[in-house]
């Protein structure tokens, strides 16, 4: 026996089994006993350094669960107010929507009053999906009537008919939108000059 072990058992009482020293294998000598020993008290180190582990982990998991939980806490709150915040957004969208809607009527409706307002600009020059696209669409009709105007005014000077001369009819079929203007200019240039 080592020396631990007899300290062990003279500060021990002395019971019937305690003073019996023989293990109550019949055929194992004290080596035997001894390496069983080791054996077993190393499975009970490991047991307990796997227990202390798991400890460890329990307590890890519990702060875990703490912060969630209090994350969770806070969170609610927020998702709430997300809620709050979407149906916003999407009530926004739809005003949004509904407005574009009622903007692009309202624009349409002025290009339809700017072409009635306009009847010597041809209607597919003005054109535009906004305010300012169709005022400067109109500026630009202006311009091309004024130079259509002013190029039949300097043609009709040059070519004028003879008084007593007979009417010259036109062919009114295949004609473009311009050429069609410039004859209803000349037109009215050379009724209001007779």
């Known amino acids: 026996m080592t020396k631990r072990k007899e300290e062990e058992t003279q500060d021990a009482p002395q019971t019937p089994e305690a003073s019996n ?9 004290p080596a035997q006993d001894q390496d069983e020993l080791t054996v077993i008290r190393t499975a009970l ?16 998991l519990a702060a875990g669960l703490a912060q969630a939980q209090e994350a969770a806490g ?19 969208q739809q005003d949004r929507a509904a407005l574009t809607d009622a903007a ?7 290009l339809e009053a700017v072409r009635i307002v306009n009847p010597d600009i041809p209607a597919n020059l003005i054109t535009g999906s906004t305010v300012a ?17 002013a190029a039949l005014v ?17 062919n009114l079929e295949g004609l473009t939108a311009d050429q069609l203007i ?5 037109e009215q240039i050379g009724g209001t000059e007779q």
């Open 21 to 29: 020293t023989e293990p109550e294998t019949p055929n194992s000598t």
């Open 45 to 60: 180190d490991e047991a307990q350094a796997a227990l202390t582990e798991k400890d460890d982990r329990i307590s890890e």
């Open 74 to 92: 806070k969170l609610e709150p927020l998702q709430s107010e997300f809620e709050v915040l979407k149906a916003d957004f999407e009530s926004s």
């Open 104 to 110: 692009t009527q309202a624009t349409q409706k002025y």
């Open 133 to 149: 696209e169709i005022d400067e669409s109109v500026q630009k009709g202006k311009e091309i009537t004024d130079h259509v105007r």
């Open 154 to 170: 300097a043609e009709s000077k040059n070519a004028r008919v003879p008084a007593g001369a007979p009417t010259r009819a036109v």
């Open 182 to 186: 410039r004859l209803g200019i000349e």
